[in-house]
């Protein structure tokens, strides 16, 4: 089968999402295609805050100032995805005065609103706070869902004559000169193929952006930068937490829905894949996390996850334009987005990458990258993505879970049409998404839902939601052992997800959790899948303390 389009959006994150809505607004036609589920790439694994901008005032006054721009833009054009819980910015005991004594002039220069305050004032409303902090900073941090963000964008390109392939991965660009003549689809659940015939592609592809570019023959150097998050059952605080100082490892926590997230590492890896977390990186988090709340190691953490920061590395003799680096490494990398015409680097005319950057600031690099192609496609209009509201964001957070009991209540409340207790996700919400998203994987429905996110990380409603899956199924007329697969495969792959993030962190209550699970599928389910044997699959550090729950 062979597709035209105006543009080719590679990529389903934040950045893909923005571009393929402002394409639509400004009446091209666009198709986005993602390799999987859009949002399940860095934007799925983020640290969820929507930055003030005054992580980087010192470091990057451009990102610091075009992050408080665009802070206002989201709070404006995207409410629902936004918990205005604010941020602080904290001195303690062993942070430089230094960083502290300029860190308001540094922000007022960036244009990043910010207000010292008396400590006595935050320790009040944030008790768990390590009692001896110097100084304290208001800032305008707050919360941002990443799933409901995407969805909205494309609902609204797609409102807008855009179209979406979920599950479909570009595997090879046919070049002819300076053109590229078509790119290849494989569909990654059918194994169809399909042809793209586009006037121009744009990358979006994150972290891949590289390997992207590597199939129309370009070089473009992406250093892939893995972050690893912990979350707490619980939120520490109410408002987001920074440490005042230049931005390190697990200096952050960002309270989001029920849970808190401390993060994170930044550890250069080859592999944009490479998300497994190691055992050093956890211990690391909870010790400077614990120069913030001094009883962390008391709470309980739920999971760990990672993902990849896209960094861009321009080539040698690029001057220092935006997103040029200072020495290699990390967090000295500057975090600006570049957005690169292949025609002026590489010799590709219809080709454009958008790299770097944050979620805070998709809207802006979505801009910035329609200016280019419109240009390119000698067209013009206006971008109107910072001033019209996206779709569905009525004024209660979908995912609040007191607005979500308070519905359950009205519908007679009760535990018969739960699925998943802990996010309060009712056999209504699964079918809903079902019948809208059939066929999709249970992690799908997790970001459209929050199935499976709260304490018991999957334990109870992974086997429900399995049921369900095989029972609509079942009505449809397949077979019982088609089905009984079906719900098997359902469940161990979602299990497995969720299982490798709790693994990370299986001491205390979470072990004996992790057990609970295992004694459920393993024992009362008969599953021999190994995404549930979990002493199997425990390094030899933690099964000493496995016999020891076990007793
Ligand atoms: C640990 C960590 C913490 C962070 N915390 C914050 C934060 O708190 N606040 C903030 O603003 N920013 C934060 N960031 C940065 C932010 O998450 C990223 O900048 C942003 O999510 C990148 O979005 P993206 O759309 O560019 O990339 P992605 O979300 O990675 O999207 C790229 C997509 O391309 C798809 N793809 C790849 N190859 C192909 C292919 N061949 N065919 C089809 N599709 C393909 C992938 O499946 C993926 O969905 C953080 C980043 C990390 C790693």
């Known amino acids: 089968m062979t597709t035209t389009t105006d ?42 805050l929507l930055h003030s901008g005054a992580r980087y005032v010192v470091s990057d006054p451009l990102a610091a100032r075009e992050c408080a721009a665009e802070n206002e833009v989201l709070r404006r054009i995207a409410p629902r995805t936004i918990e205005d819980s604010g941020g602080w910015y904290v001195q303690g005991p062993g942070d430089p005065d230094a960083y502290a004594a300029g860190f308001a002039a540094a922000c007022a220069a960036a244009g990043v609103p910010c207000e010292e305050r008396p400590v006595v004032e935050l320790l009040a409303r944030e008790p768990r706070l390590h009692p001896g902090l110097l100084r304290a900073f208001r800032v305008r941090d707050a919360a941002l869902e990443p799933w409901e963000l995407i969805e909205a964008n494309l609902a609204d390109a797609v409102a807008h004559g855009a179209a979406v392939r979920r599950y479909a991965r570009v595997t090879a660009m046919e070049r002819a000169g300076r053109r590229i003549l078509s790119v290849t689809l494989a569909d990654e659940r059918s194994g169809s193929i399909e042809r793209i015939v586009p006037r121009l592609v744009v990358s979006a592809a994150g972290a891949w952006a590289g390997r992207v570019a590597a199939l129309a023959g370009v070089r473009l150097r992406i250093l892939p930068g893995k972050g690893t998050m912990l979350v707490f059952a619980e939120r520490l605080s109410d408002a987001v937490i920074n440490r005042c100082h230049p931005p390190g490892d697990g200096d952050l926590i960002v309270p989001i829905h029920t849970v808190s997230i401390l993060g994170t590492t930044d550890v250069q890896v080859t592999d944009p894949d490479d998300t497994a977390v190691e055992r050093a990186e956890v211990a690391a988090l909870l010790s400077e996390g ?205 299990l497995d997800e969720r299982l490798k993030g709790v693994r990370a962190v299986a001491w205390g209550r979470q072990l004996q959790e992790l057990l609970l699970v295992e004694g459920l599928y393993r024992g009362v389910l008969g599953s021999t899948r190994p995404a549930v044997d979990v002493g199997a699959s425990l390094d030899d550090s933690v099964a000493p303390r496995v016999a020891h729950a076990v007793g």
Not at 15 to 25: E, I, K, M
Request: proline share 5%.
């Open 290 to 494: 614990e120069r913030l709340f001094p009883a962390l190691r008391e709470r309980r953490v739920l999971r760990a996850y990672a993902g990849v920061r896209p960094l861009y590395e321009p080539p040698a003799d690029d001057g220092d334009g935006p997103g040029a680096t200072a020495p290699p490494g990390g967090r000295m990398i500057r975090r600006s987005h570049v957005v690169i015409d292949h025609a002026a680097h590489d010799d590709v005319d219809d080709f454009v990458s958008i790299v770097g950057g944050k979620l805070t600031t998709c809207r802006l690099m979505a801009e910035e990258t329609v200016d280019v192609v419109m240009r390119k496609l000698g067209t013009s209009a206006r971008c109107t993505t910072a001033a019209e509201v996206l779709p569905g964001q009525e004024p209660r957070h979908n995912h609040w879970l007191g607005a979500r009991l308070a519905a359950h209540e009205a519908a007679g409340g009760g535990d018969a049409g739960l699925i998943c207790e802990c996010e309060l996700v009712t056999r209504p919400d699964l079918d809903a998404f079902l019948d809208e998203r059939w066929p999709c994987s249970l992690d799908d429905v997790r970001r459209g839902t929050r199935l499976g996110m709260g304490p018991c990380q999957g334990g109870f409603c992974t086997f429900r939601a399995a049921g369900v899956i095989a029972e609509r199924e079942a009505r449809r007329g397949a077979s019982l052992d088609g089905v009984a697969d079906l719900a098997s495969a359902s469940a161990a792959s979602f």
């Open 7 to 48: 543009v080719l959006v590679i990529g389903g994150g934040a950045t893909g999402a923005g571009v393929l809505r402002d394409l639509a607004r400004r009446g091209l036609r666009g198709l986005l295609v993602d390799r999987g589920d859009p949002g399940s790439g860095t934007s799925g694994r983020y640290h969820g």
